[in-house]
């Protein structure tokens, strides 16, 4: 038999036991709301220009990504051409027997205005000498909302210029030797870039390219994307010390911009 005490003594022993798990049950559950609302906090911690290195060119960058980067400067930049990018390059643009040394090229990476509006990333091969000089005017003209359609490397059209141009793709660096010819353009070398070419194309005696460029051909109409010398991208150009092919006189290049030796 049992005493009365004995019973009291075990039914307090059970209540306290009780009342000790159900504290630690408490403590458990406040751990687990600590780690949802950190893990919250990761999930909310600002992207930074660094994590757009890493970001296809060509891609979208949202209006709430540009508001939390902040200062896009950062965005704007050149380096020397990466095994990755060489990679994309090598026997394409980057063909055999090539005049620029990897050493001379620069990788540019930029901001621009699509024709949609919305901003996107750009990338461009040029001459070292240029690079500062590309990565200022392209600076200025997406301050001002300059509209670019593409800017991607010439590689990503199998280094054929034709294609890049139809596609109205922005680019500069292509060496490719012409066939019977021993000319070769300041593209070869990394020194000039064509802009919006669709609607600004090269127009000789024989014809016009990229052959899809026919409403664009006219220069005394009011065309879209039409660069002219009262154009913003013409006159950036010039302040950095470019030719522009609008002003030759055998052939017309519209689109076309090189740096005065
Ligand atoms: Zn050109």
Known sequence: ????????TILLCLLTASALCGCR????????????????????????????????????VTRD????IGDTDALFYSEVISDETFARMNGVSFGEG??????????VRVLHIGFDGKTHIGELVCHRAVADD??????????RSYPIEKMLLIDEYDGDDEKSMEDNNTSCFNFRPVPGSDHLSQHAYGRAIDINPLYNPYITSDGYTPVNAGDYTDRSKETPHKIDTDDLCFQ??????????????????YQHFQKKE
Do not use: P
């Open 1 to 8: 038999m049992m005493s009365k005490k004995k019973i009291l």
């Open 65 to 68: 990504e540009l508001k939390e």
């Open 25 to 60: 049950h408490a403590a458990k559950e406040a751990n687990s709301e600590t780690a949802v609302r950190t893990e919250t906090t990761t999930e909310k911690v600002k992207i930074t220009a660094d994590d757009l290195a890493g970001r296809k060119a060509g891609s979208v």
């Open 98 to 107: 090539c005049i620029v040394s990897r050493e001379e090229l620069r990788y």
């Open 134 to 143: 590309f990565v200022s005017v392209f600076q200025r003209l997406y301050e």
């Open 236 to 253: 950036l150009f010039d302040e950095h010390g470019f030719f522009w092919g609008g002003n030759w006189n055998t052939v017309k290049d």
